[in-house]
């Protein structure tokens, strides 16, 4: 049996696991009033609640071991699936709260390391649109966004790149700003991820250097993503393209396996599209993908999603939004 310290393995699932979010939410949740997700520009009015689930896959065969590009035969192809339930729910017109519960599976093609699978981890938003000025057919809007994500089960995440996750409590600040003329719109946001230390099942473990210890220091997460396309009452389309840097950490070792605290950056370019049924506008069905261009002990991961979305109005009369998010 081949020991897990020479399968040269890089890409956490938990970097899979990142990518495929932003993927999601790139497009995700897209209800009468756009895709409503924590990174969009796009709010749900009030008492209305969208929801619906998402599937999404991903998969890599080649991977950055620090800057060496390479491939590992002892793993094949790593592929993750995810099925989630994702809603948006509207205190007011300009405050959403949006949640995201996944269960996901994990499975390599070669070697003898078995996949996982289980609830990951369960994340909350609130979004908030404090400014929007509009000009002739332009809107500008600001939004701000705080999240905070847990582990929804006793995973391990220790045993990358199978994992399902890190197992680490994440808080999340987002600036977003939006700029729409007409039906084109570009939407640009920075987060900042601060991710609380983990514990693991041994009682030392070697990183850059030795630690007699089973916490394990999880280093914070910078994100910048940038957005732009078509954005109508029926229909988004949209190219997006995602920087993470992770703000510490380390690189893998040569021919070592993933370890939750490795520095992990990446660039991906992706592109989503929303569709909502004319004769049934609380109805809508997205889709789209993700491809990692460039990056640093991640996998050249390509992931695809789709979903379907349904619109509860708890107000006997439901108001319509425009496609910058302001009422008709």
Known sequence: MCNPKQLFMTCKHSLLRNLLLVALLTAAAPCITKAQTDQDAIMMIKNNFCVGPVYSYSSWNHYWEGTLKRDNQNLGTVSTQSFSVMGNYGITNRLNVLFNVPYVKTKATAGTLHGLKGLQDVSLWLKWLPYEKSWGNSTLSLY?????????????????????????????????????????????????????????????????RMHLTNEVEMPNVAMYNLRAGYRSHLLIAEVVL???????GFDMRRNDMPFPSNKMNMTSLGAGFKYTVKKMQALSFIGGGSYVLDGRNVGQSKSFYGGIFYVIGFTKRDKKLDSGGKEN
């Open 144 to 208: 701000a966004v705080g999240g905070l994500s847990f582990p929804a089960s006793n995973y391990t995440p220790d045993f990358l790149p199978l994992s399902i996750g890190l197992h680490s409590t994440n808080l999340s600040a987002r600036i977003i700003a939006d700029y729409q003329v007409g039906s084109l719109f570009v939407t640009g946001s920075g987060t900042y991820t601060y991710r609380r230390n983990i514990e693991i099942d041994r009682t030392s473990y070697y990183t850059d």
């Open 242 to 248: 995602n920087r993470q840097e992770t703000l510490g």
